[in-house]
């Protein structure tokens, strides 16, 4: 990860930053309705934002489901910051934070492979290279032009 990237978990508040983020995303999230469902979660959902030179940059949103259950919501780099190694620093924060907790299996739900985009070919390769499995499909949960692929992975404080 770059050097001068920090790491900070808002327990409230980081719509806004959530917004200015997704907006520069607009291959990833491009549904309104999905995006403002996005923003409110980070409004009132404990997010990771990560910064850098004083900017923000990126920011994770965990759900937790079950006391040994949680969920990678969102997850969102600016596009000039891909490849830096923030969005691994993210899910690392997260994950430790998560182990602490009790929290032993993390999922993420992304768009199938059954649908072609080249750009979540490359977001599934991320979840894969970070440890994530495949572990179900779900062809109508958003829309069925949007499959659903789940995928999961055993929490690991010392990732």
């Known amino acids: 990860m770059r050097s001068d990237i920090t790491l900070r978990t808002l327990p409230t508040g980081a719509g806004e930053t959530c917004r200015r983020i997704l907006a520069t995303l607009p291959t990833w999230f491009g549904i309104e309705s999905a995006n403002e469902d996005y923003i409110a979660k980070a409004e009132w959902s404990p997010t990771i934002v ?8 990126g920011l994770t949103v965990i759900e937790r489901h079950f006391p040994t259950a949680a969920e990678v ?14 969005g691994r620093a993210m899910l690392r924060f997260a994950e430790a934070q998560l182990a602490d907790e ?58």
Do not use: C
């Open 73 to 86: 919501h969102l997850i969102a780099v600016t596009p000039e910051h891909h490849r830096a190694g923030i």
């Open 50 to 57: 990560a910064a850098a030179d004083g900017h923000d940059v």
């Open 102 to 159: 009790g929290v032993r299996f993390l999922q993420v739900k992304t768009l199938s492979p059954a649908r072609v985009d080249a750009g979540y070919e490359n977001t599934r390769a991320f979840y894969l290279a970070y440890g994530f499995e495949p572990l179900e499909e779900f062809p109508e949960l958003w829309d069925p032009s949007n499959p659903a692929l789940q995928m999961i992975k055993v929490v690991q404080p010392d990732r």
